[in-house]
């Protein structure tokens, strides 16, 4: 028998993929809609998931976090349709502070789940109208300037766009969180 | 606190013996992000949930039609805690499976095997105060899949985890001990060797329920709960 008490640090259960049949299981009528369309600066993030081949994946899960504002659950979570889109519908994220007195520029973090990813991958979306405080971000910072632009959605008529490649010379950039 | 190396038990992103892996794993290194305070924090269940809440026979995946389900009746159990030991309490805990014939509830699972009307395969449930959660289910079935040559997937449920912060978000499978299709399944295999029973519950003769239910117990480990670090 496992004894919890006696094993202080215990190892971490390992990732598996979430594989091609959560979508009658995770998704939610609302996951999508982090805050109703009435909340003040709403907006729709829409993007579309790429394999290697720029082929769509219709069997991913995306989530989005953000820490605020306040009254937000700050969580968002879409599959991938056949066309490999998926669309979360949020409030504009506020600066947070960053490490050694830092700000962070407004930023959303995301999740990526799929058949094929045997863990999740983890990016972030900026935004292109805050040029100045996206220079100035810590954890843009840490990416190679090249592929800064891969994590700066593009403008569109009720929100942004950000596609994301999971693969490929046109790759976005993934964190590694531990 | 001092921070020991990150444990290998994580699978690799690129690992080609399990065939979606191939032009779906990023090709360039990952960029180390120390957290910030965004991924130190995350959704509560009260946020997750909203005005829905758990309905109170979210764990039963046995009791969510008019009739019961075929197939082996079993309770799946254990506690979550973070890398420090610390129980994760009032966290979501969200199971999903196949039924007792290795077939899914999915439009795409093409498996020639009977769909259940009594069984959907979906739980959910909370962590109580010592980070326990426990599900009634029934033992899904092997099924084939067209990864290689005559592959069959091992028993498993599907775990999703949210924990108290971005940080700890996880999703996994649970094995049953002992399965005889673990050698030649290369998602059980991506595991690290030496991480590999952490992926699989243990028989557990203390929560079975005599004249009525098998148990097996599944703990689970998530990564560091940031902010407890920090007031530590």
Redesign the interface.
């Known amino acids: 028998?496992?004894t919890?008490a006696a094993?202080?640090?215990?190892?971490?259960?390992?990732?598996?993929?979430?594989?091609?049949?959560?979508?009658?299981?995770?998704p939610?009528p609302?996951g999508p809609h982090v805050v109703e369309a009435d909340y003040p600066g709403a907006f729709w993030l829409r993007g579309r998931v790429l394999?290697?081949?720029g082929?769509p994946?219709v069997?991913a899960l995306i989530?989005s976090?953000?820490?605020g504002p306040a009254d937000c659950?700050?969580?968002g979570r879409c599959p991938t349709d056949g066309q490999g889109r998926y669309a979360i519908r949020t409030a504009p994220p506020e600066p947070?502070?960053?490490?050694d007195g830092s700000t962070?520029a407004p930023?959303l973090?995301l999740?990526v789940?799929?058949?094929?990813?045997?863990?999740?991958?983890?990016t972030r979306v900026y935004f292109p109208d805050q040029a100045e405080a996206n220079a100035a971000d810590?954890?843009l910072a840490?990416?190679d300037e090249k592929?800064r632009d891969t994590l700066v959605a593009t403008r569109t008529d009720d929100g942004y766009e950000f596609d994301i490649r999971?693969?490929?010379d046109d790759?976005?950039?993934?964190?590694?969180?531990? | 606190m001092n921070q020991?190396a990150?444990?290998a038990?994580?699978?690799?992103?690129n690992?080609p013996a399990?065939?979606?892996?191939?032009?779906?794993?990023?090709?360039?290194r990952?960029?180390?992000?120390?957290?910030?305070?965004?991924?130190q924090?995350?959704?509560t269940a009260a946020?997750?949930l909203?005005d829905?809440g758990v309905g109170p026979l979210d764990h039963d995946l046995t009791r969510q039609h008019p009739g019961e389900p075929l197939g082996e009746r079993i309770i799946v159990h254990g506690?979550v805690?973070d890398?420090?030991?610390r129980p994760v309490p009032h966290s979501l805990v969200?199971?999903?499976q196949?039924n007792a014939a290795g077939r899914?509830?999915?439009?795409?699972?093409r498996h020639p095997a009977p769909l259940d009307p009594n069984f959907?395969?979906?739980g959910r449930c909370l962590t109580d105060a010592q980070g326990r959660y426990r599900f009634i289910s029934i033992k899904p079935g092997a099924y084939p899949w067209r990864n290689h040559d005559n592959a069959w997937r091992p028993a498993h449920i599907?775990f999703?985890l949210f924990g108290r912060a971005?940080?700890q978000?996880?999703?996994?499978?649970m094995y049953f001990p002992g399965d005889p299709l673990f050698d030649q399944d290369p998602?059980?295999n991506?595991?690290?060797e030496a991480?590999?029973p952490?992926?699989v519950s243990?028989f557990d003769l203390s929560e079975t329920v005599p004249e009525w239910a098998l148990a097996y117990?599944f703990?689970?480990?998530?990564?560091n709960t940031p902010f407890e670090d920090e007031e530590a």
Request: hydrophobic content about 40%; glycine content about 10%.
């Open positions: 028998m496992r919890p094993s202080p640090r215990p190892l971490l259960t390992p990732s598996q993929t979430v594989g091609p049949f959560f979508g009658f299981a995770l939610w609302d394999d290697g081949a082929e994946v069997d989530e976090w953000q820490v659950r700050g969580f947070v502070p960053g490490p962070q930023h973090a999740s789940f799929a058949r094929g990813l045997l863990h999740r991958l983890v810590p954890v840490l990416v592929l999971l693969q490929g790759e976005t950039v993934f964190f590694d969180l531990a | 020991s990150p444990e038990v994580h699978p690799p992103l690992w399990y065939r979606s892996t191939v032009r779906r794993a990023p090709s360039r990952l960029v180390g992000l120390p957290p910030t305070l965004t991924e924090r995350g959704p946020a997750l909203g829905h506690q805690r890398a420090g030991g969200e199971i999903w196949a899914y509830l999915h439009h795409a699972d959907s395969g979906v599907h999703s971005f940080t978000r996880l999703v996994t499978q998602i059980f991506s595991v690290p991480a590999r952490a992926l243990q117990r703990d689970i480990v998530l990564g």
